[in-house]
């Protein structure tokens, strides 16, 4: 009697199941969840307004707040459950070492949530390869961090901020972006934050990735990657600003005909703790400020040659004798972004070998 009853409890249990099963494929497909994406906005042209609806130079750039920049497209509601903060209201001219800390900490820590799938930060122009940059070495998690801006204001005919702001939540809530380190979005093309740079002071098209090239698209409301960067960033760097409230000094002394000392000089005067040099060429330096860096190198200040040139490696023992002089090369970042690895490195060490290694890293 007994195995009776477990047979009729078995046959029991498995036609529930049975019910349990039919009923799931009958239910209505549930909806796409939507991702949950951050716009932290900062100011610059995207929140820009201008006289006229013709004023593409001449406006005013952070002025308008983030609630209308995501007001302004409602078609945002379709890709992605959008939030924003105003975490700046500036031109990025202005954007600063304080700013960036700030910036980078709130991003950590609203990545950190689980309710959050992404952020896209919306940012001045003049200084978003800066910002991104910095955020690409010091952002800990694999989430997409999207950085948006525009080169003509909200106010003007056919302003570009809208679709660019559009493209970028939509790389933020996107797989595909996932573990691809913070990217810049604008003219429908997707940059990485290592390599792309303003080519143009006024046009829409001015964010490239000269000679090394952009990663993907963003067309046909889909993020589309072909490339991915080979240099560490991330949560695979070793740099941590949790507990910073300052960047070590780091300034750059440019270079061209008939340059002398005076800058590299005030700036050692002004106690920097890195300098980068943008040299001309292959990052030469000219017999007139050589003397001026081997003393800076000799008071302790780390000297990165880069060069004003923007493309190319700036080859070790090529220019100059990096090994005799003890100086650091930049591999091929620019100028600005050598700096802001420069900054970084020095929150970690001195040591001129381990920062050379770190330029070949990221
Ligand atoms: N003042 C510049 C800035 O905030 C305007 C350029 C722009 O945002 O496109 O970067």
Aim: charged fraction near 15%; include cysteine; glycine fraction near 8%.
């Amino acid at each position: 009697m007994t195995y009776l009853k477990s047979a009729r409890t078995l046959f029991a249990l498995f036609l529930c199941l049975f019910a349990l099963a039919a009923q799931a494929q009958t239910a209505a497909p549930a909806p796409a969840k939507l991702p949950n994406v951050v716009i932290l906005a900062t100011g610059g042209t995207i929140a820009g307004t201008g006289a006229t609806s013709t004023t593409t130079v001449g406006y005013t750039a952070a002025t308008v707040g983030v609630q209308a920049l995501i007001n302004a497209v409602p078609e945002l509601q379709k890709v992605a459950h959008v939030s924003g903060e105003q975490v700046f209201q500036i031109a990025s001219e202005n954007m600063g070492n304080e700013q960036w800390l700030t910036l980078a900490k709130r991003v950590n820590a609203l990545l950190a949530q689980p309710n959050v799938d992404g952020i896209v930060i919306t940012h001045g122009t003049d200084t978003i390869e800066e910002t991104a940059y910095f955020l690409n070495l010091v952002v800990k998690s694999k989430k997409p961090v999207v950085v948006v801006g525009a080169m003509r204001p909200s106010t003007a005919i056919s302003a570009d901020g809208p679709i660019n702001l559009y493209n970028a939540v939509l790389t933020a809530g996107s797989q595909e972006a996932v573990g691809k380190g913070v990217l810049v979005v604008m003219n429908d093309q997707i940059n990485a934050a290592r390599e792309v740079t303003k080519t143009n002071t006024v046009t829409t098209d001015t964010f490239k990735s000269p000679e090394l090239g952009m990663l993907g698209y963003v067309v046909g409301n889909q993020a589309h990657f072909y490339r991915a960067s080979t240099r560490k960033h991330t949560v695979d760097t070793e740099f941590d600003i949790s507990k910073l409230d300052a960047l070590p000094a780091v300034e750059i002394a440019y270079t061209y005909a008939n340059v002398g000392p005076t800058a590299v000089n005030a700036f050692v005067a002004a106690g920097v703790k890195g300098l980068v040099h943008a040299g001309v060429g292959d990052g030469s330096l000219p017999t007139k400020v050589r003397p001026a860096l081997s003393a800076a190198r000799a008071k302790g200040v780390v000297v990165v040659r880069s060069s004003r040139v923007g493309q190319g490696i700036v080859a070790r023992n090529g220019e100059a004798n990096d090994d005799e002089l003890d100086f650091v090369v930049s591999d091929t970042l620019n100028p600005q972004k050598a700096r802001i690895l420069l900054m970084l490195a020095l929150t970690k060490t001195g040591s001129t070998k381990e920062i050379q290694r770190m330029f070949y890293t990221y």
